[in-house]
């Protein structure tokens, strides 16, 4: 099946410092989501990307669409305590009906 | 609003056991997920609805895993009996449409311990 491999695994950040993480995959998808999942809740998607080369912000948060079509990342700027949580990309590939999910980003951030 | 509601919230059973979960998605999706999120991993698709029908439940481990959606709204997911690899967390989702560009609202999960 297809595999994402997202990086870092976890990141320990100083509240006002910028994120980056990434999603590769050896399969292309059609679409790259990102979601945030706090504890004891279910994900909460927070952008999603349909077109290669697409650069989309939400706030503070900026993802983009690989033109390759086999990654994607997310960056955080200024970021603060509450963005603590995991941090999921999941591609979806239309052929296959179905959104693969990376095993997340655990990010902390330290006030 | 209503999210996706999901019960129980928790569940401790021993091996061999049998165990339901149920689910109340979103008032008019038509789409319903359940995923196994086991920890430390994103979650992975078990079976996707389509109102009551299936669309894909190519990764549900038939032997031991069912679910229904009798009536297009609430479902059901059953392990029967239950394996201690079976210890994750169980995430309904819905969504409007089966199209990638329809959003997914998962719900808060029902984590299941398998002794």
């Known amino acids: 099946g297809q595999q994402l491999n997202q990086s870092p695994q976890s990141m320990f950040i100083q509240e006002g410092e910028d994120v980056s993480m990434n999603c590769t995959s050896s399969?292309?998808?059609?679409?790259w989501l990102w979601y945030k999942q706090d504890p004891g809740e279910g994900p909460v998607l927070l952008i999603a990307?349909?077109?290669?080369?697409e650069l989309t912000s939400n706030g503070r948060l900026t993802a983009q669409f690989g033109i390759t079509r086999k990654d994607s990342f997310l960056n955080i700027s200024a970021s603060i305590p509450s963005d603590v949580g995991i941090y999921f990309c999941?591609?979806?590939?239309?052929?296959?009906?179905?959104?693969?999910f990376g095993d997340g980003t655990t990010l902390t951030v330290k006030p | 609003e209503a999210g996706v509601a999901q019960s129980p919230r928790y569940k401790i059973i021993e091996k061999r056991q049998s165990v339901a979960f149920w689910c109340n998605p979103i008032?008019?999706?038509?789409?319903l997920y359940w995923y196994q999120q086991i920890l430390g991993q994103g979650p992975k698709l078990l079976i996707q609805?389509?109102?009551?029908?299936?669309?894909?439940d190519s990764q549900l481990p038939k032997d031991r895993f069912s679910a229904e959606r009798l009536k297009g709204v609430d479902s059901t997911l059953k392990i029967q009996p239950a394996k201690l690899e079976d210890s994750a967390v169980y995430l309904c989702?819905?969504?409007?449409?089966?199209?990638?560009?329809?959003?997914?609202?998962f719900g808060p999960g029902t984590r299941l311990t398998v002794l």
């Open positions: 989702a819905s969504s409007l449409e089966a199209a990638p560009d329809s959003e997914q609202f």
């Open positions: 399969s292309i998808f059609n679409t």
């Open positions: 990307l349909y077109k290669a080369g």
């Open positions: 999941a591609g979806h590939n239309t052929n296959a009906g179905k959104s693969t």
């Open positions: 008032s008019g999706h038509a789409t």
């Open positions: 609805f389509q109102n009551n029908g299936v669309v894909d």
